[in-house]
């Protein structure tokens, strides 16, 4: 089945930056839109960034202009850059395959001084 693995989350500093990726098997990944989301300590789990089979973006307000999402579909792969971390990014970052509705297991990104 639908199996996504997300990798590349760590300590980081606020100001630093991370790169997420996800990597996909079990799926066409190339036609389907993929997503990143995120749920923080004692939050719930909120939408962070989307990505079209055509390339086309989509990008939570609190996001914009710091993070990236893009996508390798030679490597059946997600990325999100995330750059000028801030504490409030805190969170447990998930992949999801958006039509099918498939999670990854998820990668803590800890932003702290």
């Known amino acids: 089945q639908v199996q996504l693995v997300e990798s590349g989350g760590g300590l980081v500093q606020p100001g630093g930056s991370l790169r997420l990726s996800c990597k996909a098997s079990g799926t066409i990944f190339n036609i389907y839109t993929m997503g990143w989301y995120r749920q923080a300590p004692g939050k719930q789990r909120e939408l962070v960034a989307t990505?079209?089979?055509?390339?086309?973006?989509n990008y939570a307000d609190s996001v914009k202009g710091r993070f990236t999402i893009s996508r390798d579909n030679a490597k059946n792969t997600v990325y999100l850059q995330m750059n000028n971390l801030k504490t409030e990014d805190t969170a447990v970052y998930y992949c999801?395959?958006?039509?099918?509705?498939?999670w990854g297991k998820g990668t803590l990104v800890t932003v702290s001084s």
């Open positions: 999801k395959e958006v039509p099918g509705g498939y």
């Open positions: 990505i079209t089979s055509g390339g086309s973006t």
